[in-house]
């Protein structure tokens, strides 16, 4: 199993930056792509930066050229580098990881963090 646990939320003024982390513990999977989703009150859970293991980075639309996500396989962690915030960028921020173990393929998210930024 992978378990993920993120940190780095918090409250910003609109233009400032924010750095959130994920660790995922679990030693025998593989992961194939780990990346950041949020969602807003009332919204859809949508994704805002996938790092495919081995592949390519992808970003929404509303975060290019503002958000940046990095990995460090060592230690198995994703960071998601935000600068340039927007108030449109408030919501919940999630991890994900998409790993398989034993030919199996599984999904697992971290429980979220808040992210707030002010106008």
């Known amino acids: 199993q992978v378990r993920l646990v993120e940190s780095g939320g918090g409250l910003v003024q609109s233009g400032g930056s924010l750095r959130l982390s994920c660790a995922a513990s679990g030693s025998s999977e593989h992961i194939v792509s780990m990346g950041w989703y949020r969602q807003a009150p009332g919204k859809q859970r949508d994704l805002v930066a996938l790092?495919?293991?081995?592949?390519?980075?992808n970003y929404a639309d509303a975060v290019k050229g503002r958000f940046t996500i990095s990995r460090d396989n060592a230690k198995r962690t994703i960071n998601l580098q935000m600068n340039s915030l927007r108030p449109e960028d408030t919501a919940v921020y999630y991890c994900?990881?998409?790993?398989?173990?034993?030919?199996?393929?599984?999904?697992?998210w971290g429980q979220g963090t808040q992210v707030t930024v002010s106008s």
């Open positions: 994900n990881a998409l790993y398989t173990d034993e030919g199996n393929t599984y999904d697992s």
């Open positions: 790092d495919i293991t081995g592949g390519d980075t």
